[in-house]
């Protein structure tokens, strides 16, 4: 089976979820022989081809980046990408089907859809209108909902990785529930594990003094993830636990103004914003912290939480979205009210001043990562799904 698959992010550009689940996702196929294609705008370097047994990187140069109209930046790459993707299939023959990946590669996955008659599976990592909480904010807003819309309904099958997402992809673009697929994230543990038994004491020293508790959070700094609530918790944590220690990690539009909040509520001494760190020293970072925390507003899974379940760090997360159904209070983690400061330092509180429990929180996570969210496992109910679709499609006319 050869599969062409279309993605905005791919290593050595990652912005999210989305980046990571396909760097994961698509040698997790090929290893069950399937002849993988990624095709990605080259953003941040890598080589223009890469191939790794039977994965393909096709990595496509663009010149549209910085034009400030980002749907009109998207619309111009796409059609970079479709000329690619022309030439690509005319020289090394024909696809099985096209598996693309969230609004940012819809427009090139339906023209090839329709030039080649292939059959599309779409996944809906997130959703314009539920990052917008519900609404959308304006034109461009409501440009990319129809584009996400419009992806569902040329899609073949669609996948999402929670129910959640099954709830908001059927209300928000009325697909057929019995068109969805639930296949959840996954994460490689394997990069984890290799720091077990690692002395990481000179590296912890670098954020947190051997007495303080360092409190952990990593991602992208927008308002749907919650830190100004992490940030304004601190005050109440530190009343109870004054050795806590804040790291957070990630780059984005509200990190000057987390800064400003910072800066505002005197913690410099006891808040650290990185903006942007390696891959190795956030996993050095999820190994040495005692508590990681994820105040999302909106979440469609939280692959993020997964990682820190992989590096056996306690885990505090928002019931919101995806994350209730990642993170179960009590047995994997601790959830908390989304958007609320008090109930963020109570969750964080409670990890902290009792290990013991933690630590029981973390053995029951790294057995889930272990046997359901494990990459192998994810490759062969996404290759379900492709089996399913070229057996309908062999059924019918286009």
């Not at 990571?20 to 993988?36: C, I, K, Y």
């Not at 953003?43 to 663009?62: D, F, K, N, T, Y």
């Not at 690619?84 to 940012?104: A, K, M, S, V």
Request: aromatic letters at 8%; glycine letters at 8%.
């Amino acid at each position: 089976m050869r599969v062409l698959t279309l993605s905005w992010e791919y290593p050595p550009h990652i912005v999210g979820g989305l980046g990571q689940h396909v760097a994961d996702l698509a040698p997790a196929l090929a290893r069950r022989d399937l002849e993988m294609h990624v095709v990605t705008p080259m953003r941040q370097g890598g080589e223009s081809e890469e191939q790794h047994g039977r994965l393909s990187a096709h990595r496509v140069p663009i010149s549209t980046f910085g034009s400030g109209d980002f749907y009109g930046e998207v619309w111009q790459t796409n059609q970079v990408l479709a000329s690619y993707c022309r030439t690509l299939i005319e020289e090394q023959g024909p696809f099985d089907l096209i598996h693309n990946h969230d609004w940012l590669t819809a427009f090139v996955a339906r023209e090839l859809k329709h030039t080649y008659r292939l059959p599309m599976v779409a996944t809906v990592h997130a959703t314009e209108r539920g990052r917008g909480r519900g609404f959308l904010s304006g034109p461009q807003s409501q440009r990319i909902h129809h584009t996400e819309w419009e992806m569902t309904f040329e899609a073949w099958r669609v996948i999402v990785c929670t129910q959640y997402m099954v709830n908001e992809v059927h209300n928000y673009f009325q697909t057929p529930e019995d068109k969805l697929d639930v296949i959840p994230n996954g994460v490689n543990p394997a990069a984890f594990d290799s720091l077990e038994g690692e002395d990481l004491a000179e590296f912890r020293r670098q954020y947190a003094m051997p007495h303080e508790k360092i409190v952990f959070h990593v991602g992208r700094i927008v308002r749907e993830k919650g830190i100004e609530t992490l940030i304004q918790s601190v005050p109440q944590v530190l009343a109870h636990v004054p050795d806590a220690k804040f790291i957070i990690a990630g780059r984005g539009p509200e990190l000057d103004a987390m800064r400003a909040l910072v800066s505002r509520l005197h913690l410099e001494h006891k808040v650290s914003l990185l903006g942007f760190i390696s891959d190795e020293d956030r996993n050095r970072l999820f190994t040495v912290a005692d508590c990681a925390v994820f105040p999302s507003l909106y979440e469609p899974f939280g692959i993020v939480a997964l990682e820190a379940m992989a590096a056996r760090a306690p885990v505090v997360a928002s019931e919101v979205g995806g994350l209730r159904e990642v993170v179960q209070h009590g047995e994997t983690g601790i959830t908390i009210y989304p958007g609320d400061a008090a109930s963020c330092a109570w969750g964080i509180v409670h990890t902290l001043q009792h290990p013991e429990w933690a630590a029981m929180r973390v053995a029951n996570a790294l057995e889930k990562v272990r046997t359901v969210y494990n990459w192998d496992v994810i490759a062969g109910q996404t290759l379900d799904v492709y089996q399913r679709v070229l057996a309908e499609r062999a059924q019918v006319e286009w």
